[in-house]
């Protein structure tokens, strides 16, 4: 069964600071996403990361994917109040002969003047 | 962009009755759409995979009975939750991707139906 764990679950930071959220999972997969929700909102993809190496960036987030150690981070630059929402991870991975995309728990980001 | 309708956007309902959520992909077909649910301050927990013309697929412990999905056309994809009750209160969102589409593409996520069973 595909496992995702993200780390931290909760993050205040100021704004101007960096940080970095981690992503793990289970078993292997070669689709990973990152999505924001903000409060009552559905989601938001941000990131598809395809192949081990990749990495993304838009703006002050930057995603990277390591397929060998099943790790993706969601790195955080000079972090903004606009920011603040809720991010998920999702590992794509076929089981049962279908595709199922699995969540990790979400980190609630909140960026403090 | 790839748009996918949900309605309706919310819901209140009195406990024992149904209610019907729609799922349409506005300019894409999808052969399969999904059928998430999320509890207030928890992730989303795929409820079942919803295949055009077939049976859907339910996660355990989803029950078919009560979490009824049909999947009639390439472009829409229903759930009803039956003999509601306020348990079954949460977010219920549907994502879909485009017919032919593999990871490479992402899911396209409907903009959720808040249910609340009073």
């Known amino acids: 069964e595909l496992k995702v764990e993200q780390n931290p679950l909760f993050l205040s930071m100021q704004e101007g600071k960096n940080y970095t959220i981690y992503c793990n999972y289970s078993?292997?997969?070669?689709?990973l996403y990152w999505y924001r929700q903000d409060p009552g909102k559905s989601l938001e993809s941000l990131f598809v990361?395809?192949?081990?190496?990749a990495v993304k960036q838009e703006g002050r987030l930057m995603a990277s994917l390591d397929t060998k150690a099943r790790l993706s981070t969601l790195h955080i630059t000079a972090a903004v109040h606009d920011l603040s929402a809720t991010y998920f991870c999702?590992?794509?991975?076929?089981?049962?002969?279908?595709?199922?995309?699995?969540f990790g728990k979400g980190t609630k980001l909140t960026v403090n003047p | 962009g790839a748009v996918v309708s949900q309605h309706p956007s919310w819901v209140i309902c009195k406990s024992g009755t149904s209610v019907k959520i729609e799922c349409r992909s506005l300019?894409?077909?999808?052969?399969?759409m999904f059928w998430y649910r999320q509890f207030p301050k928890q992730s989303l927990m795929l409820m079942a995979t919803?295949?055009?013309?077939?049976?859907?697929?339910?996660e355990q412990g989803v029950e078919k009975d009560k979490f009824l999905i049909n999947h009639a056309s390439l472009t829409l994809s229903t759930l009803t939750v039956t003999s509601a009750h306020p348990e079954d209160s949460s977010f219920y969102i549907c994502?879909?991707?485009?017919?032919?589409?593999?990871?490479?593409?992402?899911?396209?996520f409907g903009n959720g139906t808040r249910l609340t069973v009073t």
């Open positions: 300019d894409f077909q999808a052969t399969t």
């Open positions: 919803s295949n055009e013309g077939s049976k859907a697929t339910y």
């Open positions: 994502s879909a991707r485009a017919r032919g589409g593999t990871g490479n593409s992402p899911l396209h």
């Open positions: 078993t292997t997969s070669d689709r």
């Open positions: 999702a590992v794509e991975a076929t089981q049962g002969g279908s595709e199922k995309l699995v």
């Open positions: 990361l395809l192949s081990n190496g």
